[in-house]
């Protein structure tokens, strides 16, 4: 009988050694351990047929080879397992590590926030006004009349009657005067839209950044001040600067400034078209007409205004050729800055 336990263990043996996956080893252990008919269970069947001093020592024999069977099946499951785990691609734990990609500030943002800033340290907070604007904010309170050709529709982006989307930030000024009473010195940087044909200068999108400070007793004199030093910071202390007499619906007197050319410094050169100077903005003395349209009273209080494209300055500085460059979110283009 002994010796039918050890044939039940060679075969057992045989089967577990031919068995190369996890199906055939699970064959195996019905073949061998399963609960009806397995092969070593089954050999308990012959021990009511022994003799009685020979039960024990059959007994004990089908019992180890129960234990053996048991524990070489799960052996030979672990083995593959493993060897499951050894093919499977691992991450190879010494490559450097993917590196993330840095995003950065646009140019207008970063010419923004540097002319903010400057004037920022000059006293200066910022105000913020509708991109969809009305008449009276556009023009009327500007003391830009009815017939005045920059109220052409062909020249404004018109939405429906008396609404459109601003050509100017100027339209901040008198909604901050509209609702704060003097003194204001703000800055007020925003889009602004006009209906102009696209090239390497003009876009029918730009931004703005306006300057107010209404308060008595300010002058001429505070406005050339406030613009020198806030060119001396932004283009470097050698820029100089040059008003010029001018006109604005909405100050008088008014002006344009130049800067000198910030490529050639002055001497003239294609860029600035010879002239050694380059226009950058409008400004004056806020119009006693627009004051009255806020409410104010301009026997009281004086001011000035001043306004200019954020783009021209940023161009200039970062040496920037075609202002679409700006607007087309090319990687190769943005990356440089
Ligand atoms: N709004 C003018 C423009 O878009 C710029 C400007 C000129 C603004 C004179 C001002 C100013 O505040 O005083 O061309």
Redesign the pocket.
Known sequence: MIGEVQQVRERFEKALAAAGDAQALEQVRIEFLGRNGGCIGELMNHLASLPKEAKPVFGKAVNELKAFAQGELAAAKGRLAAAGDAQRPRPDVTLPGRRPRLGRLHPITRARNQMVEIFARLGFTVAEGPEIEDEWHNFIALNIPEEHPARDPLDNYYIRDNLLLR????TV?IRVMETTPPPVRMIMPGR?YRPDTVDAGHSNMFH?L???WVEEGVTMAHLKTMLDMFVHVFFGPDTRTRFRPSF?P??EP?AEVDVSCLLCGGKGCPACKRSGWMEI????MVDPAVLKAVGYDPEKVTGF????GIERPAMLKYGITDIRLLYQNDMRFLEQF
């Open positions: 050509t100017q930030t100027s000024q602004v703005q306006e300057g107010l604005f909405f100050t008014s903005l409008g400004c004056g205004a001043f306004g200019f």
